[in-house]
């Protein structure tokens, strides 16, 4: 389970996230819609401690982590139970597609070669790309690399993996293909948090979705009640502007 309590996060002046909360249960789903500056991407980033925020409490697992105390040791130990997917995939250019999910588990997990080797051909199999192991980031189209980087993530067997946007940078045909890889993962019961703007996504996929605006939760439920029931009047507003074919009385 991950817990999100009372999360605050500022830059300067400007307060981003103002005392969230969130509860995601293991195997859940969960996808968070928003305008942009929201705080979706930040709330994601902080999850895994890319950015530290100011205040408030993560818990992943058996793991607590205080962000107000914690230090280098505990930002380790956090990052150790997520993976991040990331909006421009982040792949070594000077390596293989099979060298960059290698990489996570050589360096950090401390993984024999042999054995990353073996479980990283493993996970490239799965996001298919079995046949495009020895190909560098350069010879791979966007969709494929992204796919690069969701392997990446799975190598690593972490609690949850995080999306940030996964889709936003790729050509609109190839967007099918890395959610088709990420509709897979799903009904293998792994735990993920997906920041998207694909609503289709988001209503056929999502076990709970959250809806943010101003650095705070507007309102949170399941796809249903979220996309055929909303309650506050901003998400309407929201969804009125993103699925204009849908009626939302305002």
Same mark, same amino acid.
């Given at each position: 389970?991950?817990?999100?309590?009372?999360?605050?996060?500022?830059?300067?002046?400007?307060?981003?996230? @103002?005392?969230?909360?969130?509860? #995601?249960?293991? !195997?859940? +789903?969960? *996808?968070?819609?928003? &305008?942009?500056?929201?705080? %979706?991407?930040?709330?994601?980033?902080?999850?895994?401690?890319?950015?530290?925020?100011?205040?408030?409490?993560?818990?992943?697992?058996?793991?607590?982590?205080?962000?107000?105390?914690?230090?280098?040791?505990?930002?380790?130990?956090?990052?150790?139970?997520?993976?991040?997917?990331?909006?421009?995939?982040?792949?070594?250019?000077? @390596?293989?597609?099979?060298?960059? #999910?290698?990489? !996570?588990? +050589?360096? *950090?997990?401390?993984? &024999?070669?042999?054995?990353? %080797?073996?479980?990283?051909?493993?996970?490239?199999?799965?996001?298919?790309?079995?046949?495009?192991?020895?190909?560098?980031?350069?010879?791979?189209?966007?969709?494929?690399?992204?796919?690069?980087?969701?392997?990446?993530?799975?190598?690593?067997?972490?609690?949850?993996?995080?999306?940030?946007?996964?889709?936003?940078?790729?050509?609109?045909?190839?967007?099918?293909? #890395?959610?088709?890889?990420?509709?897979?993962?799903?009904?293998?019961?792994?735990?993920?948090?997906?920041?998207?703007?694909?609503?289709?996504?988001?209503?056929?996929?999502?076990?709970?979705?959250?809806?943010?605006?101003?650095?705070?939760?507007?309102?949170?439920?399941?796809?249903?009640?979220?996309?055929?029931?909303?309650?506050?009047?901003?998400?309407?507003?929201?969804?009125?502007?993103?699925?204009?074919?849908?009626?939302?009385?305002?």
């Amino acid at each position: 389970m991950i817990k999100l309590a009372h999360i605050a996060k500022s830059f300067g002046r400007h307060q981003v996230l @103002k005392d969230i909360n969130l509860t #995601v249960q293991k !195997g859940e +789903v969960v *996808v968070i819609l928003g &305008p942009s500056g929201s705080g %979706k991407t930040t709330l994601l980033r902080c999850v895994n401690a890319l950015e530290k925020p100011n205040d408030g409490e993560i818990k992943i697992g058996d793991y607590t982590f205080d962000c107000k105390r914690a230090g280098k040791k505990d930002v380790y130990r956090l990052r150790q139970k997520s993976a991040m997917v990331f909006q421009q995939y982040n792949l070594f250019k000077h @390596k293989t597609a099979l060298e960059n #999910v290698m990489e !996570g588990l +050589v360096i *950090v997990k401390k993984l &024999p070669k042999e054995e990353a %080797k073996a479980r990283s051909i493993a996970v490239l199999e799965k996001v298919g790309l079995g046949g495009k192991l020895d190909a560098y980031p350069s010879q791979l189209s966007g969709g494929q690399q992204q796919r690069v980087g969701i392997a990446r993530a799975l190598a690593l067997e972490p609690e949850v993996i995080l999306f940030d946007e996964p889709t936003s940078a790729l050509d609109p045909e190839l967007v099918g293909e #890395v959610l088709a890889v990420i509709r897979k993962i799903a009904k293998e019961g792994i735990t993920m948090i997906v920041v998207t703007h694909e609503m289709g996504f988001a209503r056929d996929v999502a076990n709970h979705v959250v809806f943010m605006d101003g650095g705070v939760i507007v309102e949170e439920g399941t796809p249903s009640e979220l996309f055929n029931h909303p309650q506050e009047e901003r998400t309407k507003q929201f969804l009125k502007r993103i699925t204009p074919e849908l009626n939302y009385s305002i």
